[in-house]
């Protein structure tokens, strides 16, 4: 990655026809990473990007302790937001580029997204403390109230997969929010 010659901290660009299947791009849709890093909106904060495609150099990857570990998911999201924390920069390297694959099932879909709804809500109580805002609660409560509405998606091939991610995403959300002991939908 050219750009590590000028920074300390680059990601490349995501890319996800390659080696994905219809059914997970649709599931998927296209990738946050394809044109810049990734915003954090839920609620807004630092960019990030996936470990996959991130270079850091080794004195500055050392210096921030490396990878959390208590993080099973999003220790990426972690780690490019205790860089930039620390006044380090994090630059789109877009000629660089990896090849995402993506789970192939539903079920396989299904469990990752619980796993990332449940490590937001972590990553939502490590942050709050440094400046990340706080998450209103209605909102939250309606979106997985929608849920609900949007349960006939299950009976459309074509809907069904993006509709079992946010059914995971939300349940996820909640577990989060049971087992930290906070309020983050």
Not at 17 to 40: F, I, K, T
Not at 71 to 92: K, M, N, P, S
Request: overall charge positive; proline content about 6%; aromatic content about 10%.
């Amino acid at each position: 990655m050219p750009e590590l010659k000028r920074h300390e901290a680059a990601a490349s660009r995501h890319e996800i026809a390659r080696l994905n299947g219809e059914q997970a791009r649709r599931l998927h849709g296209d990738p946050a990473q394809q044109h810049g890093l990734c915003s954090y909106t839920n609620p807004p904060f630092l960019d990030h990007a996936g470990g996959c495609g991130l270079g850091v150099r080794r004195h500055l990857f050392e210096e921030l302790g490396g990878f959390d570990e208590a993080y099973v998911a999003l220790e990426d999201t972690d780690l490019c937001w205790r860089l930039q924390l620390a006044g380090r920069r994090l630059v789109f390297a877009p000629e660089a580029v990896v090849h995402v694959r993506f789970p192939a099932t539903l079920r396989g879909a299904f469990r990752q997204a619980v796993r990332y709804g449940q490590y937001n809500v972590y990553i939502y109580t490590r942050y709050r403390p440094r400046g990340m805002p706080r998450l209103p609660a209605l909102p939250g409560l309606l979106r997985l109230g929608s849920l609900l509405l949007r349960s006939p998606q299950l009976l459309s091939r074509s809907k069904r997969g993006r509709f079992v991610w946010l059914a995971g995403w939300r349940l996820g959300r909640l577990l989060g929010c049971l087992r930290y002991r906070t309020i983050a939908f």
